[in-house]
């Protein structure tokens, strides 16, 4: 009899075990909606505004090896002051320790700056992974006397302050030995001279590059955006790239692609020429297109002139510049991604916590002229930019007319203008508004143009 009850209690309790887990598979898929393409990049579209992270082992030497400085962004520096690969890993990954790095920290900063999401190196050229991967154990957590694992910490602070939190990957890999060819000292001769490969490519495309990119899709909650670059080498091909995004839409439907998962881009220009490729967004890099492009596209820009730490570069842009900058892609209907390259600390360079503290007092009072906002409806005027949502027309004013009188376009039916500042209403005179003497706000001064039904 008593072997009867236990057999009875544990059919119990294994009926039990089984109703829970289909029920919470049951949740889980129930949880995930596939969304169509416009309810997906909805929230994108709205963001108009992140945060890039540059940031690995190479914060450490911050592109200087024995008083020689790399030429370009400090990101490059395996490459460009010739490590041998075990080098590189006594001197640069085995000193990587980044005792002050604090992601709540970071998001709270990306946040006050106005901005809307967060994309982070996960892997760099360089190879070496930022989160305890299981494919490889070159990764912060078993290479490192920090041992903690950037990515889960950094996904959690966005998640707890509502910032949509993203991973950059590199398809370049210069540790690996099957992922290019030849290594040491001529890492990235592939981007040159495409008649450099290597026949093992596919082995790591399948073994490595494709499981590492499947652990973080599957590990550390949903991904707003993966941001694929490395795609020029031409090991990597259009097969690849489609098959690539397949698999991430199969494992996360909802998350964003960009176009460098394929191989349509046009060069820094960022945009695909005609044909079939995959992704979702084009990239321009440290540009800005001339004028508004019909598909969704994002700049991605430095503040300086390196992606990532290196503190000789101080050719820093102001504040100014950074702000006319998002109107100004913004006007143009593109999202505006600035990056950040923290040190070999965890510590962000002071110049780029001023300007996101300038950007933050900025987008604070204007926000309602970036968020959510369209390409401007008519050509930009020269004295600013225009944003538009729905009924309304913002007018960024860079340059204060002198004698109180701004001109703008006719085409615009305007029948109420006021400052976005304090709503104090202006007066109209045709397609004239007769502003206050002095601007509104010293990098771009924003009037809401609410214009006829």
Known sequence: MRNT?????????LLSTACNQKTKATEQKDEVVKLSDDERMAWWRDARFGMFIHWGPYAVPGGERDGQICKGGAEWIMDKLDYTIEDYEKDVVGNFNPVNFDADAWVTMAKNAGMKYIVLTSKHHDGFAMWDSKVSDYNIVKRTEFGRDVVKELAEACKKQGIVFCLYHSIVDWHHPEAQAPL???????QADQTVVNPEFPKYYENYLKPQVVEL????????V??????????YTTEMGKDFYKTIREIQPNTIVNNRVDKGRMGMEGMDMEGDFAGDFGTPEQEIPATGID?????????NGSWGYKPSDTNWKSSEELIQNLVDIVSKGGNFLLNIGPDGLGVFPQES???LA?????????GEAIYGCQASPVDRPEWGRYTSKGNVVYAHVFDWPADGKLMIDANLKVQKASLVTDGQELKLDGATIVL?????DEFASVIKLELAQ
């Open 5 to 13: 009850f236990m057999l009875i209690a544990l059919s119990m309790v």
């Open 184 to 190: 040491y000292p001529n890492y990235n001769a592939g």
């Open 217 to 224: 899709l599957t590990n550390y909650g949903d991904l707003g």
């Open 226 to 235: 993966v941001w694929f670059d490395g795609d020029w080498i031409a090991d």
């Open 295 to 303: 598909s969704d596209w994002e700049a991605c820009m430095t503040m």
């Open 353 to 355: 916590v001023e300007r």
């Open 358 to 366: 300038d950007m933050g007092k900025w987008t604070k009072v204007n």
């Open 436 to 440: 206050p003497e002095t601007a509104s």
